[in-house]
Protein backbone atom coordinates (compact mmCIF):
# COMPACT_ATOMS: atom_id res chain seq x y z
CA UNK A 1 0.00 0.00 0.00
CA UNK A 2 1.34 3.73 -0.70
CA UNK A 3 -0.41 6.81 0.06
CA UNK A 4 -0.05 8.47 -2.93
CA UNK A 5 -2.83 8.87 -5.78
CA UNK A 6 -3.39 11.41 -8.29
CA UNK A 7 -6.42 13.00 -9.03
CA UNK A 8 -7.83 15.43 -12.06
CA UNK A 9 -11.06 17.81 -11.34
CA UNK A 10 -12.15 17.49 -15.18
CA UNK A 11 -13.75 19.76 -17.64
CA UNK A 12 -17.19 19.70 -16.50
CA UNK A 13 -16.29 20.44 -13.29
CA UNK A 14 -14.15 23.08 -13.95
CA UNK A 15 -16.74 24.98 -16.25
CA UNK A 16 -19.70 24.70 -13.48
CA UNK A 17 -17.38 26.41 -10.97
CA UNK A 18 -17.49 23.29 -8.79
CA UNK A 19 -13.78 23.38 -8.47
CA UNK A 20 -13.91 25.15 -4.81
CA UNK A 21 -15.88 22.87 -3.49
CA UNK A 22 -14.46 19.57 -4.87
CA UNK A 23 -11.04 20.49 -3.41
CA UNK A 24 -13.24 21.24 0.06
CA UNK A 25 -14.51 17.77 0.14
CA UNK A 26 -11.37 16.07 -0.97
CA UNK A 27 -9.22 17.86 1.78
CA UNK A 28 -11.89 17.86 4.39
CA UNK A 29 -11.36 13.27 3.78
CA UNK A 30 -8.09 13.93 5.08
CA UNK A 31 -6.22 13.77 1.69
CA UNK A 32 -3.24 16.08 1.70
CA UNK A 33 -2.08 18.29 -1.06
CA UNK A 34 1.50 17.49 -2.84
CA UNK A 35 1.28 18.97 -5.75
CA UNK A 36 -1.68 21.28 -8.01
CA UNK A 37 -2.03 22.70 -11.21
CA UNK A 38 -5.02 24.49 -13.34
CA UNK A 39 -3.82 23.50 -17.10
CA UNK A 40 -5.72 21.85 -20.39
CA UNK A 41 -5.12 18.91 -21.61
CA UNK A 42 -4.54 19.02 -26.03
CA UNK A 43 -6.54 15.77 -27.73
CA UNK A 44 -3.24 14.28 -28.06
CA UNK A 45 -2.49 14.83 -24.26
CA UNK A 46 -5.75 13.03 -23.09
CA UNK A 47 -5.33 10.48 -25.66
CA UNK A 48 -2.34 9.42 -24.14
CA UNK A 49 -2.90 9.85 -20.32
CA UNK A 50 -6.23 7.47 -21.25
CA UNK A 51 -4.45 5.55 -23.78
CA UNK A 52 -5.43 2.27 -22.27
CA UNK A 53 -9.28 2.75 -22.92
CA UNK A 54 -7.79 3.51 -26.71
CA UNK A 55 -9.56 0.56 -28.65
CA UNK A 56 -13.04 1.05 -26.28
CA UNK A 57 -15.96 2.56 -28.22
CA UNK A 58 -16.02 5.65 -26.28
CA UNK A 59 -12.58 6.65 -26.77
CA UNK A 60 -13.15 9.37 -28.84
CA UNK A 61 -16.12 11.13 -26.99
CA UNK A 62 -13.29 10.53 -23.91
CA UNK A 63 -10.74 12.30 -25.38
CA UNK A 64 -12.74 15.31 -26.86
CA UNK A 65 -14.63 15.79 -23.00
CA UNK A 66 -11.20 15.58 -21.32
CA UNK A 67 -9.62 18.30 -23.97
CA UNK A 68 -12.72 20.71 -23.84
CA UNK A 69 -11.42 22.98 -21.25
CA UNK A 70 -9.47 23.42 -17.97
CA UNK A 71 -8.90 20.71 -15.41
CA UNK A 72 -6.82 20.86 -12.21
CA UNK A 73 -4.66 18.15 -11.74
CA UNK A 74 -3.22 17.49 -8.00
CA UNK A 75 -0.90 14.07 -6.55
CA UNK A 76 -2.60 13.67 -3.09
CA UNK A 77 -1.33 12.08 0.17
CA UNK A 78 -3.43 9.71 2.68
CA UNK A 79 -2.87 6.19 4.36
CA UNK A 80 -4.69 3.88 1.50
CA UNK A 81 -4.75 6.80 -0.90
CA UNK A 82 -5.64 4.93 -4.21
CA UNK A 83 -8.61 3.02 -2.50
CA UNK A 84 -10.18 5.26 -0.35
CA UNK A 85 -9.80 8.16 -2.89
CA UNK A 86 -11.89 5.66 -5.18
CA UNK A 87 -14.61 5.74 -2.34
CA UNK A 88 -14.53 9.08 -1.76
CA UNK A 89 -15.20 9.82 -5.38
CA UNK A 90 -18.06 6.79 -6.07
CA UNK A 91 -18.66 4.62 -9.07
CA UNK A 92 -17.32 5.65 -12.66
CA UNK A 93 -21.46 6.13 -13.53
CA UNK A 94 -23.35 8.74 -10.80
CA UNK A 95 -26.14 6.98 -11.20
CA UNK A 96 -24.67 4.18 -9.00
CA UNK A 97 -22.47 6.11 -7.14
CA UNK A 98 -22.96 6.31 -3.21
CA UNK A 99 -24.62 8.84 -1.54
CA UNK A 100 -22.45 12.00 -0.59
CA UNK A 101 -19.67 10.55 -2.92
CA UNK A 102 -18.27 13.29 -5.72
CA UNK A 103 -19.73 11.87 -8.30
CA UNK A 104 -22.94 12.03 -6.85
CA UNK A 105 -22.94 15.03 -5.78
CA UNK A 106 -21.02 17.07 -8.83
CA UNK A 107 -21.76 14.30 -11.95
CA UNK A 108 -24.19 14.13 -14.71
CA UNK A 109 -23.03 11.22 -16.53
CA UNK A 110 -21.45 8.24 -16.69
CA UNK A 111 -18.97 10.57 -19.45
CA UNK A 112 -18.87 13.39 -17.91
CA UNK A 113 -18.21 12.47 -14.09
CA UNK A 114 -16.85 15.25 -12.31
CA UNK A 115 -13.08 13.54 -11.31
CA UNK A 116 -10.48 11.09 -12.37
CA UNK A 117 -9.07 9.12 -9.29
CA UNK A 118 -5.74 6.42 -10.24
CA UNK A 119 -6.96 2.56 -9.90
CA UNK A 120 -3.75 1.54 -8.65
CA UNK A 121 -0.27 2.91 -6.96
CA UNK A 122 1.72 1.76 -10.29
CA UNK A 123 -0.75 4.14 -12.38
CA UNK A 124 -1.41 6.83 -9.68
CA UNK A 125 2.72 7.43 -10.17
CA UNK A 126 2.27 6.83 -13.66
CA UNK A 127 -0.19 9.50 -14.03
CA UNK A 128 1.93 12.02 -10.97
CA UNK A 129 4.71 11.69 -13.70
CA UNK A 130 2.62 12.55 -16.30
CA UNK A 131 1.39 15.98 -15.08
CA UNK A 132 4.73 16.63 -12.44
CA UNK A 133 8.21 17.77 -12.11
CA UNK A 134 10.40 16.46 -8.96
CA UNK A 135 10.20 20.74 -8.23
CA UNK A 136 6.54 20.52 -8.00
CA UNK A 137 5.91 18.53 -5.36
CA UNK A 138 5.88 19.82 -2.08
P1 LIG B 1 -11.30 7.61 -14.22
O1 LIG B 1 -10.21 6.75 -14.83
O2 LIG B 1 -11.57 8.86 -15.03
O3 LIG B 1 -11.07 7.88 -12.77
P2 LIG B 1 -12.92 5.29 -13.79
O4 LIG B 1 -11.62 4.66 -13.40
O5 LIG B 1 -14.02 5.32 -12.80
O6 LIG B 1 -12.67 6.80 -14.28
P3 LIG B 1 -12.63 4.05 -16.36
O7 LIG B 1 -13.22 2.72 -16.68
O8 LIG B 1 -11.16 4.16 -16.12
O9 LIG B 1 -13.46 4.65 -15.13
O10 LIG B 1 -13.04 5.04 -17.53
C1 LIG B 1 -12.32 6.25 -17.74
C2 LIG B 1 -13.29 7.34 -18.09
O11 LIG B 1 -13.85 7.07 -19.37
C3 LIG B 1 -14.50 7.47 -17.16
O12 LIG B 1 -14.25 8.22 -16.02
C4 LIG B 1 -15.48 8.18 -18.07
O13 LIG B 1 -15.19 9.59 -18.14
C5 LIG B 1 -15.18 7.54 -19.41
N1 LIG B 1 -16.08 6.40 -19.63
C6 LIG B 1 -15.98 5.16 -19.09
N2 LIG B 1 -16.98 4.38 -19.50
C7 LIG B 1 -17.72 5.13 -20.36
C8 LIG B 1 -18.88 4.89 -21.13
N3 LIG B 1 -19.49 3.71 -21.11
N4 LIG B 1 -19.36 5.91 -21.88
C9 LIG B 1 -18.74 7.11 -21.91
N5 LIG B 1 -17.64 7.40 -21.20
C10 LIG B 1 -17.13 6.43 -20.43
MG1 LIG C 1 -9.89 4.70 -14.57
Given at each position: MSNRTFTMIKPDATKKGDTGAILDQIIKAGFAVKAMKWTKLTQEQAGLFY????????FGELVDFMSSGPIVAAILEKDNAVEDFRTLIGATNPAQAAEGTIRKRFAASIGENAVHGSDSDENAAIEGNFFFSALERF
Open positions: DIHRERPF
